[in-house]
């Protein structure tokens, strides 16, 4: 919303004049909370060690802040992304495509998006087969039974990390990232009247990871020449902890990202035809009994050696 | 002469291997097996000092794991193990050929039907561990032939370690060591079955007993219980997969069981009729064709398990090259029939389950039909018929080769002392000649 004023300014130095400064406080705040605070709280959280004539302040503070943003971004992105889903291939094995597409700000650089999927019971993810893809950005959490039929399995998480395109998103204010996670479809129970199990999947969470956040050494410093971002200054709310990289074992802070729709897709299933159960019983004995007996009648009625023998 | 063609046979293996590692990188579908993968992922949990078992569907023994552990350095050092069992056993359908009587002509052809044949050579480059089952059950039935009993045994042992369904030839191994008639033949243990049952018994309990006390219960589970009480409903070439996936609600896993009584119906009855050790060969051939035609499920890897005992009992079955060019097309053509909805199914997601089960039923009575046409077409000139200059007409097959049959019995000195030494020992009740 506010920082929509830097989405104009491609020059990237910061708002010009008291006015626009002002509006750019007020928008330094927590990331969930729409209210603003008085500019007076802000002030105090800054607060000068010597009491300066407010043009000096003013100044300070330009500085400050131009400093702040040229260092990009350290603050949390308050804007809401808009996702597009489908389903790739047919029949049982699936590619579930994602297009996330987010409004540029320099909050975004250094940050990585993090999809935590739900994928329900009807569907799985082979957690062996993501560790060959060549992308390598897919970890399941949790055990996978991957012959478990639907009603013997329960939801599962996936979660993916996608990089974050800032040339892409400078230059065009818009980033979009994509992500194809494949899908495997679970037999479904056989039933009378129904030919088709609907699987819903419903849309992701969408988390953003970055750098500034997990610094263990970000700390306010008020004595540098060009201060530090004081990270406490602009803290997101609803973080949650997820394994920094993929590889790692590291547990980072990820705040989540509105999102502006959420979209389901769904995967028709085939089912097995329960009407079918009388004739496929009767059909599978009477085959195989009829083939056994024919086996040992030849079995029985075979000659060896000479043809005197006789069984 | 056979160590060119074991050479070639390498070389066309390591060519495809090579190959498939191109098409894996290159291409969308991979060439390797996704087994391979299973069995790459538990020798990396193995080298690590953990358990393969870790591997979500590794349902073999440890010691695969524990042998594919160089794929940590080499990724396709598996392949190249497998392929090189692979070679072996057409080494070994040659020796058994050999032993079987026939010239070093047709017994190098027999072998060359596995050195070149694309079916395994396909299934071991793609990295399917099969070789080493079809080797092992090879080998226990080569030393069965030459009488190395207490080796024979072991391998027995080893090979139903490593996949249950070798053990179906060991009623017919028991009985081929019997002597004389009634409860002596067919039941009680002599001292050449005590060496058979009692080396298989000992390998199979220590490698047993190992791993249960490396891996606990959970190697029992996954490579044993699993393959007797599964009840998988996914669709295959099993007659039985529809029936399981219909009646999966109110399944119990005893009904896994109840599909085992065919199979020991007739590998019994096999096992009954063709014991003798000169029909060894083709009563293995048949057992293992019925277990795999008649189990509940069935895939295309388990083929090889039959296809491997094949060649050496071809010369024996006198089909004209027309009748034993037919039943290898309708196999083929039954198999292939079976693949089209199968691919709807799982492919494009269509609603043929009814279809794939009267392809599996098809598939299933091709295959009956052929064995039976086997068996009646197995001629098996005895000993003595020979010995009496021609007492059974050379087959087509060995006439279109241009050769009698009288002839190979002078090569292999090795053979006939051991027939006719049977043909002393072995009589029936009723007194007639035998073998």
């Known amino acids: 919303m506010v920082l929509q004023l830097f989405d104009d300014d491609k020059t990237d130095s910061g708002p010009k004049g008291v006015v626009p400064l002002i509006s750019y406080l007020r928008s330094r705040q927590p990331c969930t909370s729409a209210k603003f605070q008085q500019v007076p709280d802000t002030w105090q959280a800054f607060s000068l060690p010597v009491k300066m004539s407010p043009l000096s302040t003013a100044l300070s503070l330009l500085l400050w802040t131009c400093s702040a943003v040229a260092s990009s971004s350290n603050c949390c992105y308050t804007s809401s992304a808009w996702l597009t889903r489908r389903l790739e291939k047919d029949g049982f094995h699936r590619d579930l495509v994602t297009s996330v597409q987010l409004p540029w700000s320099p909050s975004l650089a250094d940050c990585r998006l993090l999809l935590v999927e739900r994928l329900p019971a009807g569907v799985y993810a082979d957690p062996y087969q993501l560790a060959r893809l060549p992308s390598a950005q897919h970890k399941v959490l949790g055990l996978v039974d991957v012959e478990a039929m639907a009603h013997d399995s329960t939801w599962l998480d996936v979660l993916s990390w996608v990089e974050v395109n800032v040339t892409e998103g400078e230059v065009s204010g818009q980033v979009t990232a994509t992500v194809s996670l494949p899908v495997h479809a679970r037999y479904h129970r056989a039933d009378e009247t129904e030919r088709i199990a609907s699987v819903y999947i419903e849309s992701p969470r969408l988390f953003l990871g970055c750098d500034w956040e997990n610094q263990p050494d970000t700390q306010p410093s008020i004595e540098a020449e060009s201060p530090t971002v004081d990270s406490d200054d602009c803290k997101c709310d609803e973080k949650e902890p997820f394994p920094c990289r993929i590889a790692s074992d590291a547990v980072c802070e990820y705040h989540a990202v509105q999102t502006d729709n959420s979209p389901t897709v769904v995967l028709p299933v085939p089912l097995g035809d329960l009407r079918d159960l009388e004739l496929v019983l009767v059909g599978t004995a009477v085959a195989v009994t009829a083939g056994t007996v024919l086996l040992l009648l030849v079995i029985n009625n075979k000659t060896l050696e000479s043809p005197a023998r006789h069984r | ?435």
């Open chain 2, 1 to 435: 002469m056979t160590t060119h063609h074991v050479l070639a046979a390498f070389l066309i293996r390591l060519a495809f291997i090579a190959y498939g590692e191109y098409q894996d990188s290159v291409m969308h579908v991979p060439y390797t097996d996704v087994d391979y993968h299973v069995f790459t992922d538990a020798a990396a949990y193995v080298a690590r000092g953990h358990s393969p078992y870790r591997r979500a569907t590794y349902r073999y023994t440890p010691l695969l794991a524990w042998l594919l552990v160089p794929t940590e350095l080499c990724r396709t050092f598996g392949k190249l193990v497998f392929s090189a069992l692979d070679v072996a056993v057409g080494a070994l359908v040659y020796r058994l050929a050999r032993l079987e009587g026939h010239s070093r002509r047709i017994a190098v052809s027999c072998a060359a039907l596995w050195w070149y044949n694309p079916l395994p050579i396909a299934v071991c480059s793609r990295g399917n561990a099969e070789s080493l089952v079809l080797c092992l059950l090879l080998y226990c039935l080569y030393l069965c032939r030459r009488r190395l009993l207490l080796l024979a045994g072991a391998a027995l042992g080893l090979a139903v370690h490593v996949k249950i369904y070798p053990a179906v030839v060991a009623p017919a191994l028991y009985w081929s060591l019997g002597e004389g008639s009634g409860v002596r033949r067919w039941l009680l243990p002599n001292a050449a079955r005590l060496r058979l049952c009692g080396a298989a018994a000992v390998t199979f309990l220590s490698l047993t007993v190992g791993c249960w006390l490396i891996y606990g219960d959970e190697f029992l589970q996954e490579t044993y219980l699993y393959h007797l009480t599964r009840r998988d409903v996914r669709h295959n070439f099993s007659v039985f997969f529809y029936a399981l996936y219909l009646t999966e609600e109110w399944g119990h896993w005893s009904l896994g069981l109840v599909t085992f009584v065919p199979q020991l119906v007739l590998v019994l009855a096999l096992a009954v009729r063709f014991h003798r050790p000169r029909h060894l060969l083709f009563c293995a051939f048949c057992q293992v064709y019925v277990f795999v035609t008649f189990n509940k499920v069935c895939t295309s890897q388990y083929f090889l398990w039959y296809l491997s005992l094949l060649p050496p009992v071809l010369p024996r079955l006198s089909c004209s090259y027309l009748e034993g060019g037919l039943m290898l097309g309708l196999w083929y053509f039954a198999q292939a029939s079976w693949l089209l909805p199968a691919y709807l199914l799982e492919f494009e997601g269509r609603q043929v389950y009814r279809l794939v089960w009267a392809e599996s039923a098809a598939f299933f009575c091709a295959n009956v039909g052929i064995l039976a046409r086997l068996i009646r077409k197995y001629d098996a000139p005895t000993a003595a018929a020979v010995a009496e200059g021609g007492g059974r007409q050379p087959s087509e097959r060995d006439q279109s080769r241009g050769k009698a049959d009288g002839e190979p019995r002078s090569q292999t000195s090795r053979a006939k002392p051991q027939h006719q030494q049977q043909t002393v020992k072995h009589r029936n009740k009723r007194g007639g000649k035998v073998n």
